[in-house]
């Protein structure tokens, strides 16, 4: 048996008809930039996060970075996130000519640790991007205040927190703009690039509508520089399609992380990921933490298990960014993380054998190097 980290044939198959019948559609009536089935799905997505308006765009990276733009932010300002993330956080950052500071996450939920921003916080800053790392939220109360307290917008990273929960509010519905990416492996994956961003503030909405597009306000009507970050007919059509089924998905991931942690559960080497009280975690990424990482991530691919890392090196270590000035040791948490997370196959197809197979090499590996 292999256990693949993900398996996107096996989750599109049950639904194969109605994804090709989206695409017929789309092709029918060529509306391939944008358009209505960009629209149909703006809506059912702003439902479904209880947000006012969802905007489509080309991929996270630009939901977060015109986010960020619309937002007036831009050279000589600092945005506070997280340096254990995907690059793409920070560059929204930098694209838009802020400086990203980072703070420190949680040792137990693995996001930003609201106890951390005060120190952060400069004449310069402008806003917070909690990142919901893994399909977790970030505790947002304490965000919330500080950001009340100092004056800041808060923008969420919902890329990786589809449908997650915090105290019964969708992820994404509760800064100013929450930004998602539809990349194929989400928990609510496009068959191709696609993002959006969903907000309450119309002015917001508008502003992201202008940008997306040129900054056209209307044919060949330009009120603004912006960008061409125009979501796909296709994509559209199809996010619409598995939007109904993202509920289930993530029903399933939950499922398959309650067994991750029954068959793990007393393995003293491990450190399992906990759920906080506060919220719903949706397992976008299933990461334990064990010591002495790199040879049983190899050992578990000798026997047919894909694992990952997420993420092996802090944005802060990364040499793209020497120039803010970090050092080893600026994070102890991220750092620690990014030595031990390992991440076991998650998906909401991946079968009990599957898990079974996964924990019970895990187990004896991890036996094994005790023993030795
Ligand atoms: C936390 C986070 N932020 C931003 C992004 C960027 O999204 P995209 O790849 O769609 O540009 C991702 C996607 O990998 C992500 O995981």
């Not at 059912?44 to 932010?73: E, K, M, P, Q, R």
């Not at 080497?269 to 906080?276: R, S, T």
């Not at 909401?348 to 996964?358: C, D, H, T």
Request: one cysteine or more; charged letters at 20%; aromatic letters at 8%.
């Amino acid at each position: 048996m292999q256990v693949p980290f993900l398996d996107l044939k096996a989750h599109h198959e049950p639904i194969r008809e109605e994804l090709e019948a989206a695409v017929r559609e789309v092709m029918e009536s060529a509306a391939f930039a944008g358009g209505p089935f960009v629209a149909r799905f703006e809506q059912d997505c702003a439902a479904f996060c209880g947000s006012a308006y969802a905007i489509g765009v080309g991929n996270g990276t630009d939901a977060l970075w015109l986010t960020l733009l619309a937002l007036g932010i831009g050279a000589g300002d600092e945005v506070i996130t997280v340096p254990m993330t995907f690059m793409a956080t920070a560059e929204a950052i930098s694209f838009c000519g802020a400086r990203p500071v980072f703070v420190d996450i949680d040792e137990q939920t693995y996001e930003l640790d609201a106890n951390l921003l005060e120190k952060a916080i400069t004449p310069r800053t402008k806003a917070i991007i909690p990142v919901h790392l893994f399909g977790q939220t970030a505790d947002m109360d304490p965000i919330f205040e500080m950001a009340r307290r100092h004056g800041l917008r808060v923008i969420e990273d919902a890329c990786q927190a589809h449908g997650a929960e915090y105290k019964g509010r969708k992820a994404g519905s509760m800064g100013i703009g929450g930004c998602f990416s539809f990349y194929p492996g989400k928990n609510l994956g496009a068959l191709g690039e696609a993002g959006a961003v969903v907000t309450h503030d119309e002015e917001l909405k508008n502003k992201l509508h202008i940008l997306r597009d040129h900054g056209q306000v209307k044919k060949y009507h330009h009120a603004l520089v912006g960008w061409n970050a125009r979501m796909d007919g296709i994509q559209g059509a199809l996010l619409r399609v598995k939007l109904k089924h993202l509920a289930a998905w993530n029903e399933a991931r939950r499922a398959n992380a309650r067994l991750y942690a029954q068959q793990l559960a007393g393995v003293e080497e491990l450190i399992l990921p906990a759920e906080a009280v506060y919220g719903r975690h949706v397992y976008h990424v299933y990461a334990v933490r064990v010591r002495n990482r790199d040879p049983i991530l190899r050992a578990m691919a000798n026997r047919g298990i894909a694992c990952g890392i997420h993420y092996p090196i802090p944005l802060h270590l990364q040499e793209a960014y020497r120039f803010l000035g970090y050092q080893k040791g600026s994070f102890p948490v991220a750092e620690r993380c990014a030595d031990e997370f390992l991440s076991l196959p998650m998906y909401p197809e991946l079968a009990p054998e599957q898990i079974g197979m996964v924990a019970r090499e895990l187990k004896g590996l991890l036996c094994a190097s005790e023993d030795a």
